[in-house]
């Protein structure tokens, strides 16, 4: 007998793996990936450009001896994201239709390897879009995956599954946690003297407030592609025009990036002499826009006893100088989004 783990890196999919291997089953983890995986111990202000909890996945399944395969969801999830069948939460998250997108991934995976059933760490009631009972039969059905889909954790809320019913997997073995807490889950890792979890629950940029107004603007704006996803992760977004906005770096490794992610066409600014952000201006490179730019960077400067700020700037026509005053907080406040 074989089964596939959806095996997202948390503790939840870890549990539910180790518990259906504990009843002799062999088990093969299953881990998507997506420009939107954030794992939790990385705060939403300083996201990076491969954040995500693939490294976490890979240790999970080293530690308990199971054959990992890495699947990205690809272009797909781009495409539900531009106008999803089932809607979005409370921000960008499509999170009903990004299920039934990984279930029928792991459906074809599950006939290549000849596995009998999926089963997956979700707990009835723990997140309120894509946990609810009604909402986790809706999935498993638009995936062509009704009564193949086993839930351990929560299993005895639920009614039987295919599994438990030809006695595959014993239903007295399973559990029947169900909310938000961590409690249960927390005391079963002590059980199976599981430590080092790489964090309690993965997560999802798409959840963010900040990204989700950064997404927003993008899908009204610009065309949504790989390349301006990993733009959207990093530094301050200011938006110009309808073709134009500016990238403003945080840190030093966020300078760097904005760097590497330059296209053609793009214009790099930054300070000349004072220590300060970089920033990366896209669409059209007009002159006041470039002042304008030169103005944001200013107001991020390190500038004690300077009231104008020598900025450069470069891109594929041009490149100079330029001496401004720092951008007014309301001004910026203004176009930032």
């Avoid at 890495?70 to 809607?87: D, F, R």
């Avoid at 193949?148 to 030809?166: I, Y």
């Avoid at 997560?203 to 407030?209: A, E």
């Avoid at 920033?279 to 304008?292: P, Q, S």
Wanted: charged share 30%; aromatic share 6%.
């Amino acid at each position: 007998m074989k089964a596939i783990a959806l095996l997202s890196g948390g503790l939840d999919s870890t549990l539910a793996a180790k518990i259906i291997q504990d009843q002799g089953i062999e088990v093969v983890a299953l881990h998507f990936t997506s420009p939107f995986c954030l794992c939790d111990k990385h705060s939403p202000k300083n996201i990076r450009l491969n954040s995500g909890c693939r490294n976490e996945a890979f240790e999970v399944s080293k530690n308990l001896g199971i054959e990992l395969k890495v699947m990205n969801k690809g272009n797909e999830i781009l495409e539900i994201i531009k106008k999803p069948k089932h809607g979005f939460g409370s921000n960008m998250n499509p999170c009903i239709d990004c299920r039934i997108l990984m279930f029928k991934k792991a459906k074809v995976y599950m006939e290549e390897i000849g596995a009998s059933f999926i089963f997956t760490g979700e707990v009835v009631g723990q997140r309120p879009m894509s946990q609810k009972k009604h909402i986790m039969s809706l999935i498993d059905k638009e995936a062509g995956l009704t009564g193949l889909v086993l839930r351990p954790l929560s299993a005895k809320l639920m009614p039987e599954t295919l599994p438990e019913k030809d006695g595959w997997v014993k239903r007295e073995k399973l559990l029947d946690i169900t909310g938000r807490t961590r409690k249960p889950q927390i005391a079963l890792a002590e059980g199976y003297n599981i430590k080092d979890y790489p964090c309690a629950a993965g997560g999802c940029l798409l959840t963010d407030p900040e990204f989700s107004k950064r997404l927003k603007d993008l899908l009204k704006f610009g065309e949504l592609t790989q390349d301006e996803i990993r733009l959207l992760k990093i530094g301050r977004h200011f938006r110009f025009s309808e073709h134009t906005k500016l990238v403003v770096g945080r840190d030093e490794q966020e300078n760097e990036q904005l760097l590497k992610l330059k296209q053609e066409g793009d214009c790099i600014i930054f300070p000349k002499e004072a220590k300060g952000p970089a920033g990366l201006l896209r669409g059209k490179v007009a002159e006041d826009y470039i002042a304008k730019s030169a103005g944001i960077i200013a107001r991020y400067c390190d500038r004690i006893g300077v009231e104008r700020v020598e900025i450069l700037f470069s891109s594929d026509k041009e490149s100079g100088e330029i001496e401004v005053e720092p951008m007014a907080n309301e001004a910026l406040k203004a176009i930032r989004i």
